[in-house]
């Protein structure tokens, strides 16, 4: 099992910035990809950024240039940094793991206003 504690969601202007931050727990060194969706009301869930063990990063084209996933391993955590936002932005954001089942969390709001 791998748990996955999400924080760091707030509320922002447009344009402004904030991290997000995901602990993994339990049995974390069998993750081989961690990642961040995302999803506002009334809208399915979407990719934000993955990466794998391998080293492979991916970004939904919405957000490169503006957000950078990164990961320390030490502390079991992965970030998403968020620059530029912008309001559609604004939606619950889920850190997911795979260890070769899936896991989320709970989720975090961010709410970018005009």
């Known amino acids: 099992q791998v748990q996955l504690v999400e924080s760091g969601g707030g509320l922002v202007q447009a344009g402004g910035s904030l991290r997000l931050s995901c602990a993994a727990s339990?049995?974390?060194?069998?993750?081989?990809?961690m990642g961040w969706y995302r999803q506002a009301p009334g809208k399915q869930r979407e990719l934000v950024a993955t990466f794998t063990r391998s080293g492979t990063i991916n970004y939904a084209d919405s957000v490169k240039g503006r957000f950078t996933i990164s990961r320390d391993n030490a502390k079991n955590t992965v970030y998403l940094q968020m620059t530029s936002l912008k309001l559609e932005d604004t939606a619950v954001y889920y850190c997911?793991?795979?260890?070769?089942?899936?896991?989320w969390g709970q989720g975090t709001q961010v709410t970018v206003s005009s």
């Open positions: 339990g049995s974390s060194a069998s993750i081989d990809a």
């Open positions: 997911t793991a795979r260890w070769p089942f899936r896991s």
